[in-house]
């Protein structure tokens, strides 16, 4: 158990507890390594009644972490991620709370791996994108009809009593005022003429659609 929240160490209330403890560390052999650096007092390593710990410090504080056997790993990340007062923290966060009391080899990336697959965390994920294109600002004229933006809708099905499928939309880049015409055929030469009888002036165009059907 913990018995202090402002400066947290582990107290192990049951001798018996302590002993088998004790047993699984000497024979976890990916503890061997720091069972040897305790007997030379180096890496923060000592071993204290028996038990193998690891001084560090996480946030500012000094903590002693309890050095965990492989086999207990995964009963600690449970307790740190999965139960109701854990929150199913998200990696980084869920390994803050485990460096302050454990240590064992190669934490980082089993607590990651292990967060990463949580279904129920997998389940309550936003939905992230990632954008890989610059995104700039596009500056906006000052005159109307300088720019538009231009569209087609179609082929509308079934066409008008006079033969229209098709529909040429233009708005107005700087009053955002809409126009719409519509079309027997999508060819160049029926999109530009109604293009400059809704317009009727020349301007900068940028065309959202692909380029028209020859004619």
């Known amino acids: 158990m913990i018995n202090n929240t402002d400066n947290p160490q582990l107290v192990l209330a049951n001798e018996g507890d302590k002993l088998a403890l004790s047993q699984e560390q000497r024979e976890?052999?990916?503890?061997?390594?720091?069972?040897?650096?305790?007997?030379?007092?180096?890496?923060?390593?000592?071993?204290e009644d028996g038990l193998l710990y690891h001084y560090n410090e996480v946030a500012g504080h000094k903590v002693k972490q309890l050095c965990v056997p492989s086999?207990?790993?995964?009963?600690v990340m449970r307790l740190a991620h999965d139960t109701v007062a854990a929150g199913h923290l998200a990696g980084r966060k869920t390994l803050e709370r485990v460096r302050l009391n454990f240590f064992?080899?190669?934490?980082?990336?089993?607590?990651?791996?292990?967060?990463s697959s949580c279904v129920p965390c997998q389940l309550r994920a936003r939905a992230r994108r990632k954008d890989h294109v610059p995104i700039t600002?596009?500056?906006r004229p000052a005159q109307p009809w300088v720019m538009c933006h231009v569209d087609v809708i179609g082929p509308i099905?079934?066409?008008?009593?006079?033969?229209?499928?098709?529909?040429?939309?233009?708005?107005?880049d700087c009053t955002r005022?809409?126009?719409?015409?519509?079309?027997?055929?999508?060819?160049?030469?029926?999109?530009?003429?109604?293009?400059?009888?809704?317009?009727?002036?020349?301007?900068?165009?940028?065309i959202r659609v692909p380029v028209f059907a020859a004619s």
């Open 28 to 47: 976890d052999t990916t503890l061997d390594p720091y069972w040897r650096l305790a007997e030379y007092g180096k890496g923060g390593m000592v071993v």
């Open 71 to 75: 086999g207990r790993c995964l009963q």
């Open 104 to 115: 064992w080899p190669n934490m980082k990336t089993e607590i990651g791996s292990y967060t």
């Open 137 to 139: 600002p596009i500056v």
């Open 157 to 172: 099905e079934p066409p008008s009593a006079q033969g229209h499928k098709w529909a040429l939309c233009i708005i107005d």
């Open 177 to 206: 005022w809409p126009a719409v015409d519509l079309l027997k055929s999508l060819t160049v030469r029926h999109s530009w003429s109604c293009f400059h009888l809704l317009v009727g002036r020349s301007v900068c165009v940028w």
